[in-house]
């Protein structure tokens, strides 16, 4: 190659290297001027919202899931009162089967009486007796003043139970006698509701002689219209329950010989 090629190649090279340098300056945005068109502007608004915001949906969120829930016991609903059936029957002469054990006898209970509170009755008396084929347990009360009432409380629940049901207000088990129990739920009263001061004055272990499988019948207490009785026997057998009206009397007769 010659002298000249050289030198001309050197100046291309050259020229090559200045054109470069000018089009790097030429497309650098170092002194370039930016601005966001207002449809940018428009569209990120819609899009997307501030922290601030954000976070007060998120703590009112929270604030409403850290309210407490309210559950309502299921027990309040023993205040809510039975619609009446259309018929029921006439618990004056039930008939006493000694055949077989007697399955619960429940009236209205946990509900009250479709009369309300006016059938909630003062007790007056308890008493226990013996017959031939039977044992007959009494729970005698006060007639309603207003003279709406014609039979004793028609809320409860009779049934047996392997263990001495509990006593209302200790929660401890009636002491009781026997080897079965049948256990006595009733809306009734202990001490009077009226402006007249009265209070059960009867027995709380009742016992008689003669009877062949009920042992005893001890009270377990009344609280806010709900008392509990216990009645220590024997052997469970057939028993029925009958309501007196005059004077008001809840009747229970269990039978004296096991059922089959």
Not at 35 to 60: F, G, K, M, R, W
Not at 82 to 87: A, G
Not at 194 to 200: C, D, I, K, R, T
Not at 218 to 239: L, Q
Request: net charge negative; hydrophobic share 35%.
């Amino acid at each position: 190659m010659t002298s000249t090629s050289l030198e001309h190649s050197r100046r291309l090279k050259v020229l090559s290297l200045i054109v470069c340098s000018l089009l790097v300056y030429g497309c650098s945005t170092g002194d370039m001027e930016f601005s966001i068109s207002d449809q940018a502007l428009s569209v990120n608004a819609t899009q997307a919202q501030p922290v601030e915001s954000q976070n007060q949906e998120t703590e009112e969120d929270t604030e409403e899931n850290d309210q407490p829930v309210v559950v309502i016991p299921e027990n309040l609903e023993q205040e809510t009162v039975q619609p009446i059936p259309e018929e029921k029957a006439n618990k004056a002469d039930a008939e006493l089967d000694c055949a077989q054990q007697s399955p619960p006898n429940v009236s209205y209970w946990p509900y009250r009486s479709p009369s309300g509170e006016s059938q909630n009755l003062l007790m007056v008396d308890a008493r226990l007796g013996a017959h031939f084929d039977f044992d007959r347990f009494v729970l005698e009360f006060d007639p309603n003043p207003s003279g709406n009432v014609l039979g004793p409380p028609d809320s409860y629940s009779i049934q047996w139970v392997s263990q001495p049901p509990i006593q209302f207000g200790s929660g401890q088990p009636i002491e009781v006698e026997g080897t079965e129990y049948l256990e006595i739920l009733l809306h009734a009263y202990a001490y009077s509701r009226s402006s007249v001061p009265a209070e059960y004055e009867g027995p709380t272990d009742v016992q008689a002689r003669g009877t062949l499988n009920v042992i005893e019948a001890v009270f377990g207490g009344e609280v806010e219209g709900k008392m509990v009785w216990a009645i220590g026997v024997n052997n469970r057998a057939g028993f029925r329950v009958l309501e007196i009206p005059d004077p008001p009397r809840l009747v229970i007769d269990i039978c004296t010989s096991p059922s089959g």
